[in-house]
Structures are given as C-alpha cells and as structure tokens.
C-alpha cells in the first residue's frame, strides 16, 4: 500500500505563485509517473501536468509556461510550482502517482486526499 500526501495550496492573489508538493510513501514499489490533477467546481477533473521516472514531462495548454513540474526520485515526491496564478486556476489539486508493486508484480494508482488552490484578490 502507498500513501499520497499532497501540501502547499492556500488562498494567492492573481500574478502570485504557490508551489505544491505531493510525498508518496509505502513500501515495496517504486514510481512510475508522477501527475497533478485538478477539479474546479461543476467541471471535470482535469491533467495537469505530470512527470516520468526519467523526467519527461507533460503540461496541459491552459499552464504551459506558467506551472513546472519536478520530482525528486530519492524522496519519492513530485513538485508543481505554480506562477502567474490566474483565477481560473482555482481548483482542487489531486496528485497521482502510477506505481509498480514488487508485492504484487502489477501497476497500482494511487491518490492523495487534494488541496484546494484559490485565486482570488
């Protein structure tokens, strides 16, 4: 079993920046693909970026250039920072992590409790 803690949302004026961090922990597996999700209210929850093993990376249109993604293999976290806010950015932000179990020999998904991310002045 893998557990999934996600931290850093908080209330951000327009133009700000928050940085999110997402700690997966367990034992016996190790991480496949790392990715942020998000649900604004009444939508669909939505891909917003997400990183391999290797470092490849994939963004969303709506943040290209404004959200960076990274992760740290050693500590088995992922990072979004987050620039140049923008209301429609509010959401609740859910981080994922696709997992290989050398318990079981299968891939397994994991998903952490979210935290809300508000833009607003």
């Known amino acids: 079993q893998v557990q999934v803690v996600e931290s850093g949302g908080g209330l951000v004026q327009p133009g700000g920046s928050l940085r999110l961090s997402c700690a997966a922990s367990g034992t016996m597996f190790s991480i496949i693909v790392m990715g942020w999700y998000r649900q604004a209210p009444g939508k669909q929850r939505e891909l917003v970026a997400r990183?391999?093993?290797?470092?490849?990376?994939n963004y969303v249109d709506s943040v290209k250039g404004r959200f960076t993604i990274s992760r740290d293999n050693a500590k088995n976290t992922a990072y979004l920072q987050m620039n140049s806010l923008k209301p429609e950015d509010t959401a609740v932000y859910y981080c994922n992590a696709a997992t290989f179990s050398y318990r079981t020999d299968k891939v397994e998904d994991y998903w952490g409790q979210g935290t809300q991310v508000t833009v607003s002045s």
């Open positions: 990183i391999t093993s290797g470092g490849s990376t």
